[in-house]
């Protein structure tokens, strides 16, 4: 019902910062929670930070608390992820996904709807 695709990732210096952007396309993308979430290499899919479909619950990761913002623009069919003060072990492949949640889970089981991923890459 809802493809995704991520955008906006490359290579940052340690300290530095990146915008990912998610756009959907679908009927009615305003039904869904969103979620962000990253794999590193050899590592198991890990919760970054999601929010409600209206906007109004937001929770993260404790890694991110203070550094990274979500944000969703229902008119646009977008989600954003704003990342400040990365480190090396943000790189990662980020995802977006879309999920029928009441409100938001952590989980990656939870959510319906994947994108390709956008490489992350934050150099030492």
């Known amino acids: 019902q809802v493809q995704l695709v991520e955008s906006g990732g490359g290579l940052v210096q340690a300290g530095g910062s990146l915008r990912l952007s998610c756009a959907a396309s679908?009927?009615?993308?305003?039904?869904?929670?969103m979620g962000w979430f990253r794999q590193a290499p050899g590592k198991e899919r890990e919760f970054v930070t999601a929010i409600s479909k209206s906007g109004g619950t937001i929770t993260y990761a404790d890694s991110m608390k203070g550094r990274t913002t979500i944000s969703r623009d229902n008119a646009k069919n977008t989600v954003d992820l704003q990342m400040n003060s990365l480190k090396p072990e943000d790189t990662a492949v980020y995802y977006c996904?879309?999920?029928?949640?009441?409100?938001?889970?952590?989980?990656?089981?939870?959510?319906?709807?994947w994108g390709q991923g956008t490489q992350v890459t934050v150099s030492s």
């Open positions: 679908g009927r009615t993308f305003s039904i869904y929670a």
């Open positions: 996904a879309a999920g029928r949640l009441a409100v938001v889970a952590v989980t990656a089981s939870e959510y319906n709807y």
